[in-house]
């Protein structure tokens, strides 16, 4: 049978969450989707989960070398399992929303020219205060993305301002992120932000303006537990932008990053 997405969901020490990820990707309906799992605990700590889902359209795989906090290696190890026209990557304390799968292959069908289509998140979670300011901040992410026009301009927003998606909430073609070789496993964290400006700088995107993804708050995760100033943060973007400035010279690097940083607002 012929699929139209695959779910790469990587994992490490989250089994309860991870249940509810897997859940909520085999309640889509509407699109044929296989679920790759891709455990980068030493132990294997997610196979018996896996196992007790017992569905076939759900694959477990864990990786001979855990990556030690580098989820571009997991999630690109997953990625060449796969068999989908599409690539979703949803992190194991995620859950798509219904239909999510389905309007988001459709969305990239009906543009074929797209590389990546994305939504909007709804974060949820026990902490109010932190959930405030997930609510807060991801309804400004979506005012912004619904001003982005053309190719270059969400691939700006992500390189020079804070990322407007989450790595669980985009959707790419699978043949144009072969093409450009995946996630960057040299960066340490924000790594999805730097693969989507990749991806939407090269072929452009496609913006949903629903809900497709709730975000979970408050749980330990390398996100979760940065600070503004962490080292990894700056270390991540000093490599995005540098990549940047290299791909497209200097010139093109001040005049974006002045267009996301003054003009969009």
Known sequence: MDLDVSVIVPTYHRERELLDAINSVRSQTG?????????????????????????PRVRYVLRPDPSKGR???VRNDGAKLARGRYLYFLDDDDMLEAGTLAELSRALDAAPGAGMAFGV?????VNEDVLRHNQKYFAEARRIALKLRGPSQLSACLTFRSAILVCSAGMARRAFFEEIGGFDTEIPICEDAELWARISHGRGHVF????????????PSLMHNLVENDEKLHASYRRIQGKYRQAHGPLKFYATKFWAKIILR
């Open 121 to 125: 998140i709804s974060p949820f979670g």
């Open 71 to 73: 989820p571009a290696k």
């Open 31 to 55: 699109v044929a989707f296989e679920i790759i799992v891709v455990d980068d605990s030493p132990e294997g700590s997610a196979r018996d989960t896996v196992a007790s889902v017992n569905d």
């Open 208 to 219: 949903l303006d629903r809900t497709v993804v709730r975000y979970r708050t408050g749980a």
